[in-house]
């Protein structure tokens, strides 16, 4: 008989006492939990934190609600028949409720039931043990959140709840993280295997998190292992090369998508500018009318359609601002363009007057303050490509609107009568004249297209800042600066240029911020100018008036 | 008498030193009529007018410069209001060292906006500024050495015409960009101002201000004299027949370089003059004055007058300035509308400004005396054509 009691007595400590080993177990796991609950209720310290420890490991969501109960210190224990309550106090009995469901339980009076003492150390073991079962809630956002924080704070512990939430986890992202944290657990671990194996894994990581996680681990006064040491001073500095790697590419996207916005604005510019020969001053101004034209055809679209409509006009408004501005280009050709051929230094000054008046007729019209264009659904939000470096669809659209149009263009000219005409015109206008081509109208188209063109950007550019009597302003200088250097009458030389300012000027703003870096591009310039007056990509012509 | 006063005598005819000293004579009347004159009397000149004036004539000084090397070496610079500005803050720089200890902050040393960045000695480019004769000097030293390494540049490398024109207008707006920044140490946005007093004289008295203006004519009398010599001595021939043909110029063996260079340095120092005087005068300089906008203006100043005529860039200068005072006045709104008409109709339709309009109406349209500036034009355009159509 003693021996029977012995034995049994034995056998509920082993079981107690074995318990985490028994969670790794997939069986008999509701067996497990069953006796983690009594071992909460025992009376030996030691014992309780196994059992907090077990029902973390099991990641069991009932224990959730259980071990907040039990971290506010209003589990309790009915005396009747030793199920485990929350009780809330009323007066001088208390409410009592069912731990896993909520259920109401009845009221007792203060003397039914008994408290679960909880010390501190026992709370810290519940906040631990609950952020691991926050890895098994149902809700993806808590776990995203505690994988999160599982990566920044890594123990043995969390291991084997990652371990298990693994197996249940089908979001591959939070795999992805999981096994992150997973390794990042075992960096802690005592075992000089685990931590080497743990930095293997780690090595191809590209997140700064990881990369601090790693920082002791190169320490001689917080790891011990010379080997680890090495291994992990190797892994960080891969991750250094690949976090180099990563802001490069960051910062050649950023600059493509500035070069991008300069080549949208100096295209039309290369037309005007670069095959006419004409210094068109108004030329911001034309960008400026495509954007406030965008902003009609906005408020149009609002005003007469239902809003399901709205996210296409800007379809509507590309043609719609080309058509406008190639108008006013071909009225400006015709009514005072024309006149001034061959001066270009008074075309120069006219259309700057006209650029003044077109400012003030917007002004008149539309106020002097920004206009709101929103943003298509379809042009919102970005995606991440890689180690933060996000891509937002207005930027990405408006590199692809970019070259797209710099492709038509060139298309335009080359396979195109109204091209061919066009190139007759400006290599000799005498001779094309002769040959039939009314010269002066194909000024007028020429002139139109490229305002056009102008105008088309500034539907592109509507979408990536303020829509005002100034816009123009902002980009006039710029353009004419992205032509000459590229090599005025070259669509080629417009594109080496845009780009190739665009990324320097971003390469340069974090070593000397955004003004001083277009300062200094613009000094590259103007020397880089002298050297070569005609451009990058210069058309060959009369050395005596180079 | 030496030859160079011979020279001086023969700089125009007798009519033209009548002209020329009558106006300096009316001009020096307006102070006198605003101090003598009792406030109540038909003759009183109030007090705004004096400074206003005063601005006045140092555009005419600016449009003057500009005229200089548009007019009569064929380099339209959009750049010269950073010549302007710079001079204005050479001056700024010196009236901010005169205000010393009775600043906001009361700082001795460092001017108040230095003190509110929290800068603890004075940059090493302010020394020296507390004195007039070192500050008048780079009035005339920076914008003339900035002048003289940006045309050495674009002159020896042959770049003309509206190439130049850009970028010497990417020049002042990079120069505006930087002058933005408040790590330059000149006042950033707010730009120097807050000005006490220039060599002991309280600038808020109207006899300050008499004084001021009454050295901005003799200024721009003096700066007139000087061009009108350079233009009319075989320097200035040389340089006009750059204007017209710049090419046939070099091959005849001149080196069209350095002509331009010398006209476009000294431009630049009487434009930095005009920004000296124009600063005590209106109180404040900021980066503004350096946005390529301005510059532009200046260059419908000297259409407007006529350009190549020297006294055509005062009197359009005083023209189209007149105008816009009257404008923001009456109608703020309508003044873009009447310079940007302004700009193109005097391209189109006056080539020679208020000049030319003046002589065709003395001459009842026969065109009988300007046979010779209009031949000149003329073949100007032709050359500038047959640029035009090699590239």
């Not at chain 2, 004769?133 to 030293?141: E, I, K, T």
Request: aromatic share 10%.
């Amino acid at each position: 008989m003693l021996r029977l009691r012995t034995l049994i007595a034995l056998l509920i400590v082993a079981l107690v006492g074995l318990a985490p080993l028994a969670a790794t177990a997939a069986d008999g796991d509701e067996e497990v939990f069953q006796a983690a609950l009594k071992g909460i209720t025992a009376s030996s310290f030691e014992e309780q934190l196994a059992a907090i420890d077990t029902l973390a490991g099991l990641g069991d969501p009932r224990a959730v609600t259980l071990l907040r109960a039990l971290g506010g210190g209003m589990l309790q224990v009915r005396k009747s028949d030793g199920a485990l309550v929350v009780a809330e106090r009323d007066g001088r009995d208390y409410i009592l409720s069912d731990p896993f469901t909520g259920e109401a339980m009845g009221t007792v009076s203060r003397r039914d039931v008994d408290k679960i003492t909880v010390n501190n150390a026992l709370r810290g073991a519940i906040t631990a043990a609950l952020s691991r079962l926050a890895l098994f809630d149902p809700d993806v956002a808590k776990r995203r959140e505690a994988v999160a924080a599982a990566l920044k704070y890594p123990s043995p512990e969390m291991a084997t709840a990652l371990n298990k939430a693994l197996e249940a986890e089908e979001d591959a992202d939070l795999r992805r993280g999981m096994e992150r944290a997973l390794a990042a657990a075992r960096i802690s671990s005592p075992d000089k295997a685990e931590r080497l194996a743990a930095i293997e894994t780690f090595a191809g990581s590209s997140d700064p998190d990881i990369r601090s996680l790693l920082m002791p681990l190169q320490d001689e006064a917080t790891e011990s292992d010379p080997e680890v040491r090495t291994a992990a001073a190797e892994a960080i500095k891969r991750i250094d090369n690949r976090l180099a790697l990563f802001r490069l590419v960051g910062n050649l996207y950023q600059g493509i998508s500035l070069g991008s916005v300069l080549l949208l604005a100096a295209i039309g510019l290369a037309i005007t500018f670069g095959v006419m020969g004409v210094i068109n001053m108004a030329h911001g101004e034309m960008i400026m009318l495509g954007a406030y034209t965008t902003f009609v055809v906005q408020e149009v679209f609002v005003a007469a359609l239902p809003p399901a409509y709205l996210n296409y006009y800007l379809i509507v408004a590309l043609p719609v601002a080309f058509l406008v501005t190639a108008l006013v280009g071909a009225a400006l050709e015709r009514g005072v363009i024309r006149f001034l051929y061959g001066r270009p230094l008074e075309t120069l000054l006219a259309t700057w007057g006209v650029s003044l008046i077109l400012q003030q007729v917007v002004r008149s019209i539309f106020g002097a303050t920004n206009r709101r264009v929103a943003n298509p659904d379809w042009m919102t939000g970005g995606f991440e490509l890689v180690g933060g470096i996000v891509l937002t669809y207005n930027r990405l659209i408006i590199i692809v609107f970019a070259f797209a149009v710099l492709i038509a263009l060139a298309a335009l000219l080359r396979y195109s009568f109204f091209g061919l005409q066009m190139r007759a015109v400006t290599q000799s206008r005498g001779m094309a004249s002769a040959m039939g081509i009314v010269t002066g109208r194909i000024d007028a188209m020429t002139f139109a297209l490229g305002s056009g063109i102008a105008g088309a950007a500034g539907v592109a550019l509507s979408q990536i800042g303020n829509v005002s009597p100034n816009l123009g302003q902002t980009y006039i200088v710029d353009s004419f600066l992205v032509v000459v250097f590229g090599g005025v009458g070259s669509l080629w030389g417009t594109l080496v240029g845009a780009m190739s300012l665009g990324i320097v000027n971003k390469f340069l703003e974090p070593y000397s911020g955004a003004m001083l870096g277009k300062v200094l591009v613009l000094v590259f310039i103007i020397l880089f100018i002298q050297k070569r007056p005609r451009g990058l990509f210069a058309l060959r012509g009369r050395a005596a008036e180079m | 008498m030496g030859p160079i006063t011979r020279r001086i005598g023969t700089l125009q005819g007798p009519r033209g030193w009548a002209v020329f000293f009558a106006l300096i004579a009316i001009a020096l009347l307006v102070p006198l009529l605003n101090l003598m004159v009792p406030a109540g009397s038909l003759f009183y000149v109030p007090d705004y007018v004096v400074p206003l004036l005063g601005k006045y004539l140092c555009f005419a000084l600016l449009a003057l410069s500009l005229d200089l090397v548009w007019g009569f070496a064929g380099v339209l610079s959009l750049g010269h209001g950073a010549f302007f500005a710079l001079g204005g803050y050479a001056m700024g720089m010196h009236l901010m060292r005169e205000i010393g200890d009775r600043g906001v902050y009361g700082n001795p040393l460092l001017p108040d906006f230095m003190v509110f960045l929290d800068w603890d000695h004075l940059p090493w480019y302010w020394y020296g500024f507390d004195q007039f004769w070192f500050a008048s000097l780079m009035v005339f030293l920076v914008p003339g050495v900035l002048a003289f390494v940006f045309g050495w540049f674009a002159f020896r490398s042959r770049i003309t015409g509206v190439y130049l024109s850009i970028i010497s207008q990417a020049m002042t707006y990079a120069l505006m960009l930087a002058f933005f920044r408040n790590e330059m140490g000149f006042g950033g946005n707010n730009g120097l101002t807050d000005f006490k007093d220039v060599l002991g004289f309280d600038l808020s008295t109207p006899g300050t201000r008499a004084g001021l203006y009454v050295l901005t004519v003799l200024a721009l009398g003096l700066a007139f004299l000087i061009c009108r010599f350079v233009v009319k001595s075989k320097l200035g021939r040389v340089a006009t027949a750059i204007r017209d043909a710049e090419s046939r110029v070099r091959f005849l063996g001149y080196r069209t370089d350095r002509f331009k260079l010398f006209l476009w340095t000294l431009s630049a120092m009487l434009a930095g003059m005009a920004g000296a005087l124009y600063v005590p005068q209106v109180g404040i300089i900021n980066p503004g004055e350096f946005s390529p906008a301005n510059s532009i203006e200046v260059a419908v100043w000297v259409a407007v007058g006529g350009r190549g005529t020297l006294f055509g860039a005062i009197i359009g200068a005083f023209t189209v300035n007149g105008a816009k005072s009257f404008f923001t006045g009456w109608a703020p709104e309508y003044w873009l509308y009447f310079l940007g008409a302004l700009f193109i109709i005097v391209t189109l339709f006056l080539p020679g400004g208020l000049v030319q309009l003046a002589s065709r109406v003395r001459d009842g349209f026969t065109g009988g005396r300007n046979r010779g500036l209009r031949a000149a034009r003329r073949s100007a355009r032709a050359t500038e054509g047959e640029t035009s159509h090699a590239t």
